[in-house]
């Protein structure tokens, strides 16, 4: 199994920075690690995945934003989400995500909201 603690957000003003990080604990190795986000009356929305072998993709809503970055930590993994030039639409509940074989393990969701 694999353990998913998510920390940061908050509230800040559109072109400002965010940091989430969502320690993972467990079973960490090999697994696919991914951001997703949804907002309110919106679908649910891959933001960022970091592969086991530590390629990483983007929405393309964020491309050029946002940055995902592995860090080992001891037993533990830090999975961080960097967000830059943050714009209104970028406010959501973020959540991290494990994918370790057929099964996808979930942190809490964190809220970002990026004013105007």
């Known amino acids: 199994q694999v353990q998913l603690l998510v920390y940061g957000g908050g509230s800040v003003q559109a072109g400002g920075s965010l940091r989430l990080r969502c320690e993972a604990s467990g079973m960490i190795l090999n697994n696919v690690y991914r951001w997703y986000r949804q907002a309110p009356g919106k679908e649910r929305e891959l933001v960022a995945t970091?592969?086991?072998?530590?390629?990483?993709?983007?929405a393309d809503s964020v491309k050029g934003r946002f940055t995902m970055l592995r860090v080992y930590a001891g037993d533990n993994l830090d999975l961080h989400l960097r967000m830059n030039d943050l714009k209104p639409e970028d406010t959501a509940m973020y959540f991290c995500a494990a994918l370790r074989g057929p099964k996808e393990y979930w942190g809490q969701g964190t809220q970002v909201t990026v004013t105007s």
């Open positions: 970091i592969g086991s072998d530590g390629a990483k993709d983007y």
